[in-house]
């Protein structure tokens, strides 16, 4: 009984699953039927070529940006803009220097002040700025008080051994005269309200003062010397002792007074060391034409 049970369900289970794949099958048939029915593959082919066509032409033609409202103005080209400024600043430079009929005689001198540090830590070559405290006064001309004088150091250094201070010397070789920059030949002949000479700014030379500087610990050692002497003194039981640390203190600053100039002689001088805002006098060399 069981047998034919089990024999029976095996055959229901295999005529559902081949009527299933019959279905299956008629379904897949149906699908491939509909597709063959709408495709064409050569309509396919010429619409891709229509598009391609249609496309190289684009590609082909040359690109045209406009805007797309045709009453709005045109966009600045870079070209513009460079000319623009270019012109702007061309305007703001100072005017082309043609001379002039009025003389500002050689040797004429200009109180400034400096308009930046000055130090011989500043290299050869830098640039350094000047404007007049007041007006300079001539013969048919004033030179109005702000004019600005502009140079630049031509030698430098910074404190050497042999007690050398620092140097700076300034040319000054430009003056802004009515938004004109005029060629000039001068110097600096006063700095910090110190006179100037051979337009080199120097440094104190510090041989003599280094010199008693070093000198001065034999000094000490013959001060303690001789009190220590003089105290032996008023004892007779030390007054034998007396002469020796006299001579202690007599050798030790004899041979300090030897040594102190050889080893001043291997130091250095001192800086330079001009802040902005400092009096300076300048002094034309040569003559200028100015209106």
Request: a positive charge; aromatic letters at 8%; proline letters at 4%.
């Given at each position: 009984?069981?047998k034919n049970?089990?024999?029976?369900?095996?055959?229901a289970s295999?005529?559902?699953?081949?009527a299933n794949?019959?279905?299956a099958?008629?379904?897949?048939?149906?699908?491939?039927?509909?597709?063959r029915?709408?495709?064409n593959?050569n309509q396919?082919?010429?619409?891709?070529?229509k598009k391609?066509?249609?496309?190289?032409?684009?590609?082909?033609?040359?690109p045209?940006?406009t805007?797309?409202?045709s009453?709005?103005?045109?966009?600045p080209?870079?070209?513009?803009?460079?000319?623009?400024?270019t012109q702007k600043?061309v305007?703001?430079?100072?005017?082309k220097?043609?001379?002039?009929n009025?003389?500002?005689?050689a040797?004429?001198?200009f109180?400034?002040v400096?308009?930046?540090?000055?130090?011989?830590?500043?290299?050869k070559?830098?640039?350094?700025?000047?404007?007049?405290k007041?007006?300079t006064?001539?013969k048919n001309?004033?030179?109005?008080?702000?004019?600005?004088f502009?140079?630049?150091?031509?030698?430098?250094?910074?404190?050497?051994?042999t007690c050398n201070?620092?140097l700076?010397?300034i040319r000054i070789d430009?003056?802004i005269?009515?938004n004109?920059?005029?060629p000039?030949?001068?110097?600096?002949t006063?700095?910090?309200?110190?006179?100037?000479?051979?337009?080199?700014?120097k440094g104190?030379?510090?041989?003599?003062?280094t010199?008693w500087?070093?000198g001065?610990w034999?000094?000490?050692?013959f001060?303690k010397?001789?009190?220590t002497?003089?105290?032996?003194s008023?004892?007779?039981?030390?007054l034998?002792?007396?002469?020796?640390?006299?001579?202690?203190?007599t050798i030790?600053?004899?041979?300090?007074s030897?040594?102190?100039?050889?080893?001043?002689f291997?130091s250095?001088?001192e800086?330079?060391?001009?802040?902005?805002?400092s009096?300076?006098?300048i002094?034309?060399?040569?003559?200028?034409?100015?209106?």
């Open positions: 009984m069981r049970v089990k024999n029976t369900l095996i055959i295999l005529y559902i699953l081949f794949q019959g279905h099958f008629d379904i897949d048939m149906t699908v491939d039927d509909e597709i029915k709408n495709y593959p396919l082919i010429n619409d891709v070529g391609d066509s249609a496309l190289e032409k684009n590609m082909q033609a040359e045209i940006y805007n797309s409202d009453n709005l103005p045109d966009l080209s870079i070209v513009d803009k460079i000319q623009a400024d600043s305007k703001q430079a100072y005017t220097y043609t001379g002039g009025i003389k500002v005689k040797r004429t001198s109180n400034v400096s308009l930046a540090d000055i130090s011989d830590m500043q290299r070559g830098a640039n350094v700025k000047f404007k007049t007041g007006n006064f001539g001309y004033t030179i109005p008080a702000g004019t600005e502009q140079g630049y150091i031509i030698d430098s250094h910074r404190p050497q051994i201070g620092g700076v010397a430009s003056m005269y009515k004109q920059k005029i000039i030949v001068a110097y600096v006063r700095a910090n309200d110190k006179k100037i000479f051979f337009n080199k700014i104190k030379r510090t041989y003599l003062k010199m500087k070093n001065n034999g000094r000490v050692i001060d010397m001789l009190t002497s003089v105290g032996l008023k004892d007779k039981t030390t034998v002792l007396m002469p020796f640390p006299l001579a202690y203190g030790c600053l004899g041979a300090n030897i040594l102190s100039p050889i080893t001043a291997f250095k001088g800086h330079i060391s001009i802040p902005a805002g009096n300076f006098r002094k034309l060399l040569d003559e200028v034409m100015i209106n």
